[in-house]
């Protein structure tokens, strides 16, 4: 039942009989809270976001973190070859070979 007092109702209608939504439209929205009218200030964006990806994990990080892992399992090389190092070396697959 539509309520008497409300002038603004939804623009988005049913799929499955097309009739429109008899729901009241946000205030400032075309839709109902329902059909996803949402005011921009609530609306979280940037690192206050959920999702915000802080590029720690970009391309060009993950290339130089690569580069200076080859770099130092060459080091590791040199210095067991020379002597400088004892131990256990580098557990793992050596940096820059794929599988």
């Known amino acids: 039942m539509p ?3 409300i002038t ?5 209608t049913c799929r499955r009989n097309g009739e429109p939504c008899k729901n009241p439209a946000s205030w400032g929205m075309p839709v109902c809270r ?11 964006c940037g690192p ?10 970009s391309q060009e990080t993950k ?3 690569r580069a200076a892992a080859k770099r130092l399992q ?14 256990g070396r580098t557990r793992g697959r050596p ?3 794929s599988s």
């Open 3 to 5: 309520l008497p007092h």
């Open 8 to 12: 603004k109702f939804c623009h988005a």
């Open 34 to 44: 329902y059909h996803g009218a949402r005011r921009r200030v609530t609306v979280k």
């Open 48 to 57: 206050n976001h959920p999702q915000f990806k802080s590029g720690d994990y």
């Open 63 to 65: 290339a130089a973190y």
């Open 74 to 87: 060459k080091l590791e090389v040199i210095g067991f070859s020379y002597g400088f190092m004892s131990g």
């Open 95 to 97: 940096p820059g070979k």
